[in-house]
């Protein structure tokens, strides 16, 4: 099993959480959601002396996506995402990336549907699909390692809010109460936003669910 360190960064005009998630045995990196200020990214890349190998994007929202584009120009690897967010990556509208008065659109290599199985970085991950917030959300989840990056999805003690286009409330629920809820209670959540917490505590405290 690899050994995953995980770094967070807040990004962006809405603190949003960017992760790397690091092989420290090979330096091998998975950037997750550069949602922006990819100049101080990119010095902390270079100063952890690490390799990205892939963007993986939890959703296409503006706050999660806009520095994806600067940063592939930097480091050329794959950018993976739900393919049920086709719509959101080339709907400025639906990003809400227009609601911040920066309508732009987004690119990715990689489609991905629930259950894929991926080998990245040395890490075995699992796709899991929780639309709601969006249609295509979805979680990573890293098995070996007990960790999941829930993106807007699961926060602590709360869930991504669904009133932009294409959310659903009982999507969201339904999918974390399902697909979420059955990992082990000590695995990692690692949010999109605010702080990190367990599925156990989010099992136990989670009034959304």
């Known amino acids: ?19 790397f998630l690091v092989n420290t045995d090979t ?3 998975i950037v997750v959601d550069p949602g922006g200020s990819v100049p101080m990214l990119e010095k902390n890349i270079r100063n952890l002396g690490i390799t990205p190998v892939a963007i993986f994007l939890t959703h296409a ?6 520095g994806v584009k600067e940063l592939k120009g930097r480091y050329p690897v794959p950018v993976y995402v739900s393919k049920a967010e086709r719509e959101l990556m080339c709907d400025a509208g639906m990003n809400v990336s227009s609601m911040f008065g920066c309508a732009e ?5 990689v489609f991905l549907s629930d259950g894929d199985h991926l080998d990245t970085a040395g890490f ?4 899991i699909h929780t639309p709601g917030h969006t249609p295509g959300g979805c979680c990573y989840y890293f098995p070996e390692n007990k960790v999941l990056i ?16 294409g959310g659903s409330m009982s999507q969201l629920v ?30 136990d405290y989670n009034p959304f669910l």
């Open 1 to 19: 099993m690899a050994d995953l360190q995980i770094y967070e960064y807040n990004v962006g005009d809405i603190g949003t959480n960017c992760y």
């Open 124 to 127: 075995s991950i699992e796709v």
């Open 150 to 165: 829930s993106g807007d999805t699961l926060f602590a003690e709360s869930v991504g809010r669904t009133d932009f286009p």
């Open 61 to 66: 929202h503006y706050d999660h996506a806009h």
């Open 105 to 109: 659109t987004y690119e990715a290599d």
């Open 174 to 203: 339904r999918g974390i109460r399902e697909k979420l809820m059955v990992l082990p209670r000590d695995t990692g959540v690692y949010p999109g936003h605010m702080g990190h917490t367990t599925i156990g505590h989010e099992a």
């Open 27 to 29: 330096k091998e990196a």
